[in-house]
């Protein structure tokens, strides 16, 4: 079995010595803080987009062989200690993050964030004004960076893809009959073909949580690899595909950590919490559950795979948290929007408030950010 | 026995968001009477306390601004009946803050329970009073009606720790407003006690917020703070108040600049005023017919 405990660095962009942009307006009380501008890192050579994933991911075929062979394998994963995690991810979220950190932190989150408007109201003028959003998060200070991506219904990515063309921020769409998920599987593939047509570069699937929490895990598996391969171009090329557990539908932590590897060993290039729409979301607990997931993965099949907490994050010290378990969780590799996303949409407004108050000294309000 | 019972002393806190927090920051300081004599400590607020205080005033605003004049007159008042049962110990208290007999500081905190009333009043009066219909030149109703002007910032005076603090606190919520006020340094327990009787008067959590500690620690971050849409600074000395001003005049804070008030005497509609916004509407009176306007 291939490890790649050695890889290269995929983090760049922001090496010590860099100067950040120079202060502006002469007055040093105004002076920005930031030390290091935070950039959309290319694409690491090692991906697990392509190809190269399937076939590391075939190195495990042994036990997704059959339904028995799975759910033996599923069951067989260490149980999680519920008040051990809890408490490590309390415990992290404890840590002071001040001054140049939190401006880098703010910076590296408003990367990480994938814009999200998911309402039955959404109407192209307001997907295109989310855009408008993403490519230029504060009007009032171009340094800000560009959001990761914008993440909407399938319908509304042929006019998100326009609003956003020729710029690095990706467009999103969530698909398999989201959020519910409850379809015919022809359905969902073509409503994930649909997006993928419509111009998607990342599909955010849904899992079958009656199949999952039935104890059918191979369906679930099938199901997951097939939408794998609608999001297959005519080109070879592929978009990036996220998977959506419904971590507040799943009642137990092990089952989160069944999830994870069920959908990783389906070929998920992101798992990601959930849908923001049921009353539990993301929590850091179970972020970090699926993080140990992502990490245990990397370790055991060489595969290196993103994480999404999606729904609930709505502050700054939210949002710092989370950074800080995918730092002392999973470590440098993972803090770039390529491997970590916010599915967030008020978060952004507190972000920007938060680097309005560092560059400026002043308490920002929300007259100063623009309202979705 | 009843020699060796040990008192029981009181906490005193902050009033935030309808809730009695410590401050942020852990800080307490000592409070003494005028002799010099140690009364309790008060939280020393931080400026995340002033922020936190900001957000809750913020939320609080839709609420208040939207609740009816006459439903804020009825809280104003049940602000004064609270008082009332709780007189005896804010006349303590004063006694104590300020160095007067238990008879002056009954006068002081009978005057403040008054003026809850007389601003209770104002509620669904001030409209008529600076507001109305104007003349105009043309087929339109115009009207003025004065409207709240948001998140107010108050630093109390620092003499009268409880007459002064009500009628600085009394007329800004009333019009509507919500409110984030330091209280007087040296003598902060009146106003922490009276939070206790508004946490009890069906006043919404957020349209009043207490601050202990420094005005000149708290009050430049709520002078310079973009979501506080006006700041009073009644108890800042001239070196701060200028401080103030100028922190305030980059997001166009409306400021009332400190001046000599006997708040023993009748307060009139300024300090009222000084927090509303005149909105004025021009309402088409319909369609014209042959003989003229259609009204």
Known sequence: MPRHFHMKSIKSGHSPDRKGPPARGGDTRYARRYAHPVTMHPPPKFSSSGNEAAERLASMADVTASDGALRRFLHGLPGVDPVGLEARAAALGTRSIKTTAKAYAIDLAISMIDLTTLEGADTPGKVRALCAKALLPDPTDRDTPRTAAVCVYPDMVATAAAAVAGTDVKVASVATAFPAGRAALPVKLADTADAVAAGADEIDMVIDRGAFLAGRYLSVFEEIKAVKETCRRPDGTAARLKVIFETGELSTYDNIRRASWLGMLAGADFIKTSTGKVAVNATPANTLLMLEAVRDFRAATGVQVGVKPAGGIRTTKDALKFLVLVNETVGEEWLSNHWF?????????????????LSTGRYSGPDYVTVD | MSDARLS????YKLFVGGKFPRSESGRVYEVTDSKGKW????????????RDAVVAARKATGGWAGATAYNRGQILYRIAEMLEGRRDQFIGEVADAEGLSKSKAAAQV??????????????????????????VAGPFFNVSSPEPTGVVAVVAPQESSFLGLVSVIAPVIAGGNAVIVIASEASPLPALSLGEVLATSDLPGGVVNILSGRAAEIAPSLAAHQDVNAIDLAGADAELAKALEIAAADNLKRVLRPQPVDWSAAPGTDRLTAFLETKTVWHPTGSLGAGGSSY
Request: glycine fraction near 6%; hydrophobic fraction near 45%; avoid cysteine.
């Open chain 1, 341 to 357: 996303r916010f599915g967030a949409s008020s978060l952004l407004n507190d972000l920007l408030m938060q680097r309005q108050k």
């Open chain 2, 8 to 11: 029981v002393l009181k906490t």
């Open chain 2, 39 to 50: 009364l309790a400590n008060a939280p020393l607020s931080s400026r995340k306390d002033a």
């Open chain 2, 110 to 135: 009978d005057a403040a329970i008054d003026r809850w009333v007389w601003y209770a009043g104002w509620t669904d009066k001030i409209a008529q009073v600076v507001g109305g219909t104007n003349p």
